[in-house]
């Protein structure tokens, strides 16, 4: 009685298995379908999106390529229509200067318009004379000066090279020592205690410092002891020395300096360095960039005191005019 009892309750347990197992099985395969319709769905919309992308990028390709050309030609047309406004302009708007202050027309300038002989190479003022603008001749008197550091009024290179002599003798280093002095000079002072120092302890005055101090504190000193030239040849050379070129400090030092200057840097560049500053800026430079950069080392351009108002003046009309135009177009 127990013996089928267990085996119909097998039996039933079977059944209830197979059909669970044809349950799953279909679950399973509607699942599947799901996910398939899931998945066409997906992909025909991503085509869609792709498609309105590509419509909307053909759509902006379109209107850009239109707009710019349209806008190039607009301004090409303003300006040519204004050429000749542009030219009076300039040529009725010639002051001259008193005082710091916009005067009316030059009388020469006046003059020469009304005569129809225009000539912008004329630079003397009515009375023959050539001025020079007062501020520009401020900054050229000052032009040799130390920026901040001004030669030390009770300056004794002898006492200088003893103090920094001391201040390296022995154990130990007094720093500040080297600061009040070395920091407190100007650089022709600094360059003869260096030469005194030679003459009177036979040692060189950088090398010493290099033995007694380290890490920025040495790179700031020995820096003090550099002539302009030789500090501004070592700056370019490794502006341009690794893989990226600094053009900071391009800038900064062709920008600022004279031709006299520029000169004298090359001289120390190829002393220093067994190499030449144009050939190494025309390699770390490229575009337009590097034609401005190479015409400053070329070291011709205009050194005169003289600053032409009037042509100030004219190029500061002629900018207004187009900047003007331009900001009504774009």
């Known amino acids: 009685m127990l013996r089928g009892s267990s085996n119909l309750h097998r039996k039933n347990s079977d059944e209830r298995f197979e059909d669970l197992e044809k349950k799953i099985d279909l679950h399973g395969k509607s699942t599947a379908k799901r ?32 707009a710019v050309g349209e806008r190039h030609s607009l ?19 010639t002051f001259c200067m008193k005082d710091g202050f916009l005067q009316k027309p030059h009388p020469k300038a006046q003059k020469i318009k009304e005569n129809g002989n225009w000539k912008t190479s004329e630079k003397k003022s009515p009375t023959g004379e050539n001025k020079s ?7 050229m008197e000052n032009l040799n000066q130390e920026g901040t550091v001004k030669p030390y009024d009770n300056f004794n290179a002898d006492q200088d090279a003893e103090v920094l002599h001391n201040a390296m003798k022995g154990f130990g280093t007094d720093e500040n020592a080297l600061n009040n002095v070395l920091c407190y000079r100007s650089n022709p002072q600094r360059q003869e205690i260096a030469s005194v120092y030679k003459n009177m302890f036979g040692k060189d005055l950088v090398k010493d410092i290099r033995s007694e101090t ?13 002539r302009p030239a030789e500090y501004d040849a ?15 400090v391009l800038i900064e030092i062709l920008c600022t300096s004279s031709n006299a200057q520029i000169t004298e840097i090359i001289k120390v560049y ?40 009037n ?7 002629v900018t207004e005019i187009l900047f003007g135009f331009l900001n009504k177009i774009i």
């Open 270 to 309: 190829k002393e220093k360095f067994n190499r030449d500053l144009e050939k190494d800026v025309e390699s770390s430079t490229s575009g337009d960039f590097r034609s401005f950069l190479i015409s400053l080392v070329l070291a011709n351009r205009s050194d005169s005191k003289e600053v032409d108002h």
């Open 214 to 226: 380290s890490g920025n504190f040495f790179t700031t000193l020995k820096a003090l002891l550099m």
């Open 311 to 317: 042509m100030a003046i004219q190029d500061a009309k």
């Open 35 to 66: 996910f398939e319709d899931v998945e066409k769905k997906f992909l025909s919309q991503n085509e869609n999106i792709t498609k309105r992308l590509q419509d909307v990028e053909k759509k902006l390709w379109l209107h850009g390529k239109g």
């Open 75 to 93: 301004v090409e047309e303003e300006v040519a229509k204004r050429q000749e406004e542009i030219v009076q302009i300039t040529r009725e708007n």
């Open 133 to 139: 603008d007062p501020f520009f001749a401020m900054e």
């Open 234 to 248: 070592y700056q370019l050379r490794k502006a341009m020395k690794g893989l990226r070129t600094d053009k900071e």
